[in-house]
């Protein structure tokens, strides 16, 4: 009985906070749906008299945000394949394998976490530039190819707990290190995999800074970039920014629904199998 009062508790709790952090959500979907009279009407009102779902389409017709979108998932799409791949390959070298200077360099490589990106913009953007990257997509794909420190350390934490027995099969078999890698342990590997690609996804989708700095031309704006353009100087269409955000925030939520179930789903086989 005080285990089922605990629990009671403990949902009540959870869905409290749920509802607190779904509230922003809940208001831009709001917003996006009023009238301008509606949106400045003061005191605001939780729900519109009248659903204006035709600013989805004004707003996404007053810019050429198919163009941003078609940017955004190529993008997206290739960044995230390449950190991902690339950071569970570095993570079975470092995991895996015995060489001089292996702490030395996964220590030199987790301290790149705590340089900030502020630091290191001037000098990418002259390396982006001697390169002729600017004004591509470049910048914002070819880099994500060579791995990231948190992943390669999440990833890298698990091949540790892997014994060494399946290696010494694989082997005993005639299996090279390249098949062990890919038969072996990129299929062990796939929650953490899915956890990082779904992480890094938001961080590449939502990037405002990486296109603002290195992308001038229009033609290969992004969907953050595109949607900061309805901030004017005087005036700010506010149900348009609402309506676009809402549709940008679609992709990230079902990244994450999709992430959570592979990695439960992924977990509980794992569970029954143990």
């Known amino acids: 009985m005080k285990k089922k009062i605990s629990n009671g508790i403990l949902y009540f709790i959870l869905i409290c906070l749920s509802l607190i952090f779904l509230f922003p959500f809940f208001w831009a979907l709001v917003t996006a749906l009023k009238s301008p009279a509606e949106i400045f009407a003061y005191p605001p009102s939780f729900f519109p008299k009248e659903l204006h779902f035709a600013n989805f389409a004004e707003a996404w017709t007053a810019q050429p945000f198919t163009k941003y979108l078609i940017n955004s998932l190529i993008v997206t799409f290739f960044a995230v394949v390449g950190m991902t791949f690339s950071s569970a390959l570095t993570a079975y070298g470092f995991a895996r394998f015995e060489f001089p200077g292996k702490n030395l360099l996964f220590m030199i490589l987790l301290s790149t976490m ?13 390396q982006y530039n001697f390169f002729g990257w600017l004004d591509t997509l470049k910048p ?3 880099p994500s190819f060579f791995g990231g420190a948190f992943y390669i350390f999440l990833m890298k934490q698990f091949l540790r707990t892997i014994p060494k027995d399946f290696e010494e099969s694989a082997i005993i078999d005639g299996a090279n290190y390249w098949q062990i890698f890919c038969k072996i342990f990129l299929p062990l590997l796939k929650p953490q995999m899915v956890l990082s690609a779904v992480m890094y996804m938001i961080i590449v989708w939502n990037d405002y800074l990486g296109p603002l700095v290195y992308i001038s031309n229009s033609e290969k704006f992004t969907l953050p970039i595109g949607l900061s353009l309805y901030k004017g100087a005087h005036t700010t269409n506010f149900s348009a920014i609402m309506a676009i955000t809402v549709i940008m925030t679609v992709p990230t939520v079902v990244a994450f629904f999709i992430g959570q179930k592979h990695i439960l789903g992924s977990n509980i086989s794992s569970g029954i199998k143990g």
Do not use: A, K, N, Q
């Open 114 to 126: 705590m340089i900030p990106w502020e630091v290191l913009v001037i000098p990418l953007y002259m």
């Open 140 to 142: 914002l794909i070819i």
